[in-house]
């Protein structure tokens, strides 16, 4: 477990430092198609990398609980029942206690997010704490503390900020194309050639982003399943949890792209992990996970 931990922590920097690497290259890539920009797109894909890195680094966590609309944080006299649940798991883990948040949502999910375990936050929605039975919810809650407690949080929370970068420089090179083409009298080959490698970067920026959230969650999702059903020592808790989100085919009201890969379960619904979209899912298939975790018992 502690080699997990400090793995996550090492591919923190790898991952910061990849996101940095290709959104300074997507400046110098508009900056030598442009010269007469000089070095404006090159220092200002530098800025931009730093204040959004810095951004995700220290309120990363803010703008995943506001996107999703969540309420909190609460307190023990709020919601006694949810309160000392995850106290008293995070007594047996051996964690700070972290804020939790409700989001007034029927649809069943839960996410973690923050930096460290002594900045993070539990969201839950109201319809999990309605639906679930006590057990199911306590494999929820250890699941979303393993993200916790494995730096998991830190990862996924920086993938949140920094792909929407990558997306404000590929719009930006468009625009920048189009402005270019619209003050010449002509482009000719050269004006050809930098059309298809604008398209290219537009193209494949966000499957890159993409690729790198689906490489982080389904993996993480994995190991928090084990390490939850570990912690709470009751594995067919969360199988049974799994099972009944899973049948949830409604989407939450606020479900967004950036954020899908922090909760549980596809925020989109059932039907957003079926056919050919499962393919591009931010979760392991959810039979898989169950499967998996009734083979702990």
Excluded at 69 to 92: F, H, Q, S, W
Excluded at 217 to 246: C, Q
Aim: with cysteine; aromatic share 8%.
């Amino acid at each position: 477990m502690y080699k997990q931990i400090d793995s996550n922590k090492h591919k923190t920097i790898i991952l910061m430092t990849l996101f940095l690497a290709f959104i300074i290259f997507l400046g110098w890539v508009i900056g030598k198609i442009y010269p007469e920009y000089g070095y404006g797109p090159l220092v200002m894909a530098v800025i931009i990398s730093l204040v959004m890195t810095m951004v995700s680094y220290f309120a990363g966590d803010k703008v995943s609980l506001a996107t999703a609309g969540a309420k909190g944080p609460i307190m023990a006299n709020d919601n006694p029942y949810i309160y000392r649940l995850v106290e008293n798991l995070c007594i047996t883990a051996g964690v700070p206690m972290p804020k939790i948040y409700i989001i007034p949502d029927q649809a069943m999910n839960a996410f973690a997010t923050g930096r460290d375990p002594e900045h993070a936050s539990i969201a839950l929605t109201q319809g999990i704490i309605d639906r679930l039975e006590n057990e199911e919810l306590e494999g929820v809650i250890a699941h979303e503390l393993s993200h916790i407690k494995n730096y998991d949080i830190r990862l996924m929370m920086i993938v949140v900020v920094l792909v929407g970068t990558i997306s404000i420089l590929s719009d930006y090179f468009l625009r920048s194309r189009w402005r270019k083409r619209d003050s010449s009298e002509g482009g000719g080959q050269a004006g050809t050639i930098l059309m298809v490698v604008g398209i290219i970067l537009i193209v494949l920026s966000p499957i890159i982003a993409e690729l790198i959230k689906l490489a982080i969650s389904r993996k993480r999702e994995f190991l928090a399943d084990a390490d939850g059903a570990l912690l709470t020592r009751y594995p067919e808790g969360l199988a049974r949890a799994l099972e009944k989100i899973s049948t949830d085919s409604d989407p939450l009201d606020r479900a967004n792209t950036a954020t899908a890969h922090l909760y549980i379960s596809n925020p989109f619904g059932a039907k957003a992990t079926s056919g050919f979209k499962k393919l591009f899912s931010t979760h392991p298939p959810v039979a898989e996970r169950i499967s998996q975790l009734r083979s702990m018992a």
